[in-house]
C-alpha cells in the first residue's frame, strides 16, 4: 500500500512539473511574440482547448467595456479560421447579447450553443447559422483593470472541456 501511496505522489509531482514546464515555455514565447498573430499562435500550440478548434481570434474592443460604457465594435487582431470563412464574420456582434456569454472576470465555456441557457436566440442563431459552431470558450483581455477584448475558441461540433485543459488556456490567456 506505501509503494502505490510513493508512486501515486510521485507521478502527481511528475504531472505538476510536465504542466509548469509547458507554461513556462508558453510565458517565454509569449515574451517574445512580436505580433497578435504570433501571441494566437502560442494559445494555439500551448493551450489544449485549442487543439479541436476549428477558429481562434484575438479581438479588441474599439473602447474598454465598463459598467457605464459599451464598445460599438470588435477589431479583429489575428484570426485563424478556415479560408472559406470571412474573418471578419468572427467579430461578436455586441448587439446580440453577448454580455450573457462573455464577461471581464469570468472565463465562459459553451460546450453546446444549442443547449446553453446563456446563449440567446439571436446569438445561437449566429454560431449555428452564421458560424456553424456548436461549442465556444472566451477569455477575457483585461489590461490594467480594463476589459479590452477577448480570445475566442470556436469548435465544428459540441466539445466537453477537460479540467486540465481549462486551467491551462486560463494560465496562459492571463
Not at 474599439?62 to 484570426?79: F, G, I
Not at 478556415?82 to 469570468?106: M, S, Y
Amino acid at each position: 500500500g506505501l509503494a502505490l501511496e510513493n508512486q501515486r505522489l510521485f507521478d502527481q509531482t511528475q504531472n505538476a512539473l510536465a504542466e509548469m514546464d509547458t507554461l513556462y515555455n508558453a510565458s517565454a514565447e509569449l515574451n517574445t511574440a512580436q505580433t497578435y498573430a504570433d501571441i494566437l499562435k502560442v494559445f494555439e500550440d500551448y493551450a489544449a482547448v485549442s487543439r479541436r478548434a476549428q477558429m481562434l481570434s484575438i479581438g479588441l474592443f474599439d473602447t474598454p467595456w465598463t459598467s457605464e460604457s459599451r464598445p460599438r465594435s470588435v477589431e479583429l487582431l489575428a484570426v485563424n479560421a478556415p479560408d472559406n470563412l470571412d474573418p471578419q464574420n468572427l467579430r461578436l456582434p455586441l448587439n446580440l447579447g453577448v454580455e450573457t456569454v462573455i464577461t471581464p472576470n469570468e472565463y465562459t465555456f459553451i460546450s453546446n450553443v444549442e443547449q446553453d441557457t446563456r446563449v440567446n436566440q439571436n446569438l445561437r442563431r449566429y454560431f449555428l447559422e452564421t458560424l456553424g459552431v456548436h461549442a465556444a470558450a472566451f477569455f477575457p483581455l483585461v489590461v490594467a483593470g480594463r476589459w479590452v477584448g477577448y480570445i475566442n475558441v470556436y469548435y465544428p461540433t459540441p466539445t466537453l472541456f477537460g479540467e486540465n485543459a481549462l486551467r491551462r488556456a486560463m494560465a496562459i490567456s492571463t
